[in-house]
């Protein structure tokens, strides 16, 4: 079945340490987002790709980084300076072109909490 | 910029009554609408969408109509059932990224 897959569900991130969250994609999509959705809100953009080897940041980038190496993968890296990392985190992806072209697709979630 | 705005929640009903949530939008041009639906934690489906004017998208006994007169895209089911339980978001689509801007969400609770 094709789909979107994110690793780990959940993830626990210490002081000053950076972690890295996975998202792959089977779909065979161009487009590739990140998304942050906190207790009672609505998602916010983090960083979007359209193309491999091409990235942009979204409405809150700060303290995130991104690369976009393969089709299929576009991880998501939250850094020690990013204050307020506790959040739920989506991944989304879409074909860029056809009549579905602006839907987006989204992954399962992972959940990161701070000790 | 583009926004959303959805009804206050939470929403809690009684098994088959009717359901409306509220979406009105602010945006330049026509942009695509849509509803997604995320259960508990899970990540969004998609439930029923609308590319242009007067377009109704319908999913699973939810509708909703493109509004472009009063900027809305009201989510109506004319009987809910519990396992419709879930919160519920409404979005547009802009932007050279073609990124989504979310409303919200809107919890909705379903009592047997």
């Known amino acids: 079945d094709g789909g979107i897959t994110q690793s780990p569900k959940y993830l626990f991130r210490k002081e000053g340490q950076n972690v890295t969250l996975s998202c792959e994609q089977n779909?065979?999509?161009?487009?590739m987002y990140w998304y942050r959705q906190d207790p009672g809100q609505g998602l916010r953009l983090i960083y979007y790709?359209?193309?491999?080897?091409?990235?942009q940041k979204g409405d809150i980038a700060e303290g995130y980084s991104v690369s976009r190496e393969k089709k299929e993968s576009f991880p998501l890296t939250v850094t020690s300076a990013q204050k307020n990392p506790t959040a739920f985190y989506l991944c989304?992806?879409?074909?860029?072109?056809?009549?579905?072209?602006?839907?987006?697709?989204f992954g399962p979630g992972t959940r990161l909490l701070v000790l | 910029g583009d926004s959303v705005t959805q009804m206050e929640g939470p929403v809690t009903l009684s098994e088959e009554a009717f359901l409306t949530i509220n979406c009105t939008y602010t945006?330049?041009?026509?942009?695509?609408l849509f509803w997604y639906v995320q259960y508990p934690g899970e990540g969004l489906q998609l439930l029923l969408k609308?590319?242009?004017?007067?377009d109704k998208g319908s999913n699973k006994g939810f509708e909703a109509t493109y509004r472009k007169e009063t900027t809305s895209f009201h989510l109506e089911k004319g009987s809910v059932q519990v396992s419709d339980s879930a919160v519920y978001f409404c979005?547009?689509?802009?932007?050279?990224?073609?990124?989504?801007?979310f409303g919200s969400g809107t919890q909705l609770t379903v009592l047997p």
């Open positions: 989304a992806s879409r074909l860029r072109a056809g009549t579905s072209s602006e839907t987006q697709y």
């Open positions: 779909l065979n999509h161009d487009a």
């Open positions: 790709s359209q193309i491999v080897n091409d990235f």
């Open positions: 945006a330049t041009g026509y942009p695509s």
């Open positions: 609308a590319t242009k004017a007067d």
């Open positions: 979005a547009l689509v802009s932007g050279s990224a073609r990124q989504l801007t």
